[in-house]
Structures are given as C-alpha cells and as structure tokens.
C-alpha cells in the first residue's frame, strides 16, 4: 500500500479564495483523520470519520471549514472563503478501528502546507 | 480527556540512551499510553503504546509507571535520524470519546 495520500502537497492561495484539500486513507482503515499544524497551536485534530460518518468536528475553527468523506477511500476538506491566519500544514490520517488492545495506530500522510496571502 | 505533560525539549549525544518522560497523572483505566514521533517537515508517525506492562519494539521501549501516572519512552541508542518531536498521548479503548490531544511534545536534539 503507498500509505495514505494527500494533496496537493503545496497550495498558495488568496485571501477569499476556496480551497480544497483532498485525502485518500489506507485501504481497509475506517477511520480517517484531519489535523492542522501551526507553530502557535502545535497539531490539532478538526474532524474524524468512522465508516465515512463524521464523529466529531468539534475541532473545525469555524464554518468556514468542511469535510466531507463521500466513500471510504476519498476525503475533502475545503476551506470557503481562506483568510491569512489559515496558513499551516494541514495532515489526513488514517487507522483501522479501535480494539480491545488499543492497537489504533495512526498512519498520517505527508501533510499539504497551506500559503494563504 | 486526560492530559499530559512532556519538556519542550531534551538533548541526547548520538549513541547513548535517551530517555524522554511523560506525566499523565488523570490517566483513566481505559486510556492506553501512545507514544509518535514527527521528523522535521513530515507528518507523524506510530512509536509504540502500552497499557500496563512495559513494551518493547524494534524502534523503542516503553516503561510504564506502577500507578500508571508517568511513563518514560526509552531510545536505546540514539542516532541522529531520531531528532524528532516526540508526543505522549492517551487514547481511550472504551467506544467512548477518541479523540487523541496531541499537544507540543518533546523536541529532541541528537548531537553527533
């Protein structure tokens, strides 16, 4: 398997601009992750999936931010309109099912640094 | 959720052992203690994580407090492929909430 997938790898944008981050986790996994990294915040998580149903999105900053999972092997998360403080590198991750022993490992993709001017 | 508290940031001289603390005093008896590492300009990635028992893998070992309110992610042998940050979390394996808080972590510094 060639781990989880994101792009695009870089995006520059404007401000005001929509912008659409995509993910394909690993095959087999349902559960899949978004995260933001900032300097200031260090890594948040902004929304996870379960079998394409969105769990939890209580990290989402604001309405400004979607995700949708429309099958178990694609993602988006669209940022409609950007601004500035928008800036960071954005991860998707991916993990089978949470089990007795806790053997949920996260494997997260190569991230998309996110430029909004 | 239970949190935890690491350093900002330790240093290590290339060959020796490391060993990079972790407190996590609320830990409820559900929570499993993971342990990831994040390499510059890459997203993280899985170390290890216990329950109890100490753990050993091929990249590190994990030993585990008796009260389970600390534990300690030990790197036999340091290399200077392992200046990482390294984040505690806990992951609870009860169906309830899962939503691992990742927080800061550890900045280690391998000096060669």
């Known amino acids: 398997d060639a781990g989880v997938i994101q792009s695009p790898r870089h995006e520059v944008t404007e401000m005001g601009q929509e912008v659409t981050l995509r993910c394909k986790p690993i095959?087999?996994?349902?559960?899949l992750f978004w995260y933001r990294q900032t300097m200031m915040r260090g890594l948040e998580l902004l929304i996870y999936?379960?079998?394409?149903?969105?769990?939890?999105d209580s990290g989402m900053p604001e309405d400004r931010f979607s995700a949708k999972m429309p099958n178990a092997s694609f993602s988006t998360l669209k940022i409609q309109p950007s601004e500035p403080r928008d800036s960071a590198v954005y991860f998707c991750?991916?993990?089978?099912?949470?089990?007795?022993?806790?053997?949920?490992?996260?494997?997260f993709g190569p991230g998309t640094r996110l430029t909004v001017l | 959720d239970a949190k935890t508290t690491q350093p900002n940031s330790m240093e290590s001289n290339e060959e020796e052992p490391v060993h990079l603390p972790c407190n996590h005093s609320?830990?409820?008896?559900?929570?499993?203690i993971h342990w990831y590492r994040q390499l510059p300009s890459q997203g993280p990635e899985y170390v290890i994580h216990g329950l109890t028992s100490n753990v050993n893998n091929r990249m590190a070992s994990l030993a585990i407090a008796e009260d389970r309110k600390s534990s300690t992610l030990i790197l036999h042998r340091a290399t200077l492929r392992d200046a990482a940050v390294y984040y505690c979390?806990?992951?609870?394996?009860?169906?309830?909430?899962?939503?691992?808080?990742f927080g800061r972590g550890t900045s280690l510094i391998v000096h060669p």
């Open positions: 095959s087999g996994h349902d559960y």
């Open positions: 609320t830990i409820s008896g559900t929570d499993y």
């Open positions: 999936f379960n079998n394409n149903v969105p769990i939890d």
């Open positions: 991750a991916s993990s089978f099912r949470v089990t007795r022993q806790g053997g949920n490992e996260q494997f």
């Open positions: 979390i806990l992951i609870s394996a009860s169906g309830g909430s899962y939503i691992p808080t």
